[in-house]
T-cell receptor
Framework: RKEVEQDPGPFNVPEGATVAFNCTYSNSASQSFFWYRQDCRKEPKLLMS???SGNEDGRFTAQLNRASQYISLLIRDSKLSDSATYLC????????????FGRGTSLIVHP | DAGVTQSPTHLIKTRGQQVTLRCSPK?????VSWYQQALGQGPQFIFQ???????QRGNFPDRFSGHQFPNYSSELNVNALLLGDSALYLCASSSGTGLNQPQHFGDGTRLSIL
């Protein structure tokens, strides 16, 4: 089993739709979690951190479920400009603190 | 406010050669991490430098080495290049050693091995 797994997609949704991605992780000692966005042939950019209590930033909501070992990203009212690959990052604990990226989930928002 | 800058943007090498990639961190950041991103995959952590020392290392062979300078800039060196080393190499900077800190990425260096 991979340390961090994401459905690669692509998720094809119309403008205005709500879409959610999950990211599962295998190490229960994982300590920190992030979502990054990567446009085609560009560098990853931080979208948001994921806090234990869940957090929201405008149309984006991130949640952490430690019991089931996954994080989620919900995007409401999708825009064409949301089309990108969404990468989850898990910081493994146990003393190593190595950041592990998922392979990313591709989102395509169409008119 | 200068972000993370990397050079060169593209590079073509042949098997067995050696390559050096360069990175200047975002202003105010003192920690640099290097990643390798193959096509269709997420970035893989190579190593992190802080105070001119390697602090953390991912699962990469000794052919991959690095350096950090007093001005916080960093180099990634790869020896004895293999075809499988073809990838986008990303540099990310943060403030402090904690990998819990969000990282800011540069545009990357696209390395092609022929």
């Amino acid at each position: 089993r991979k340390e961090v797994e994401q459905d690669p997609g692509p998720f094809n949704v119309p403008e205005g739709a709500t879409v959610a991605f999950n990211c599962t992780y295998s190490n229960s000692a994982s300590q920190s979690f992030f979502w990054y966005r990567q446009d085609c042939r560009k560098e990853p950019k931080l979208l948001m951190s994921v806090y234990s209590s869940g957090n929201e930033d405008g149309r984006f909501t991130a949640q952490l479920n430690r019991a089931s070992q996954y994080i989620s990203l919900l995007i409401r009212d999708s825009k064409l400009s949301d089309s990108a690959t969404y990468l989850c990052v898990v910081i493994m604990g146990g003393g190593s603190y190595i950041p592990t990226f998922g392979r990313g989930t591709s989102l395509i928002v169409h008119p | 406010d200068a972000g993370v800058t990397q050079s060169p943007t593209h590079l073509i090498k042949t098997r067995g050669q050696q390559v050096t990639l360069r990175c200047s961190p975002k202003s105010g950041h003192d920690t640099v991490s290097w990643y390798q991103q193959a096509l269709g995959q997420g970035p893989q952590f190579i190593f992190q430098y802080y105070e001119e020392e390697e602090r953390q290392r991912g699962n990469f062979p000794d052919r991959f080495s690095g350096h950090q300078f007093p001005n916080y800039s960093s180099e990634l060196n790869v020896n004895a290049l293999l075809l499988g080393d073809s990838a986008l190499y990303l540099c990310a900077s943060s403030s402090g050693t904690g990998l819990n800190q969000p990282q800011h990425f540069g545009d990357g260096t696209r390395l092609s091995i022929l």
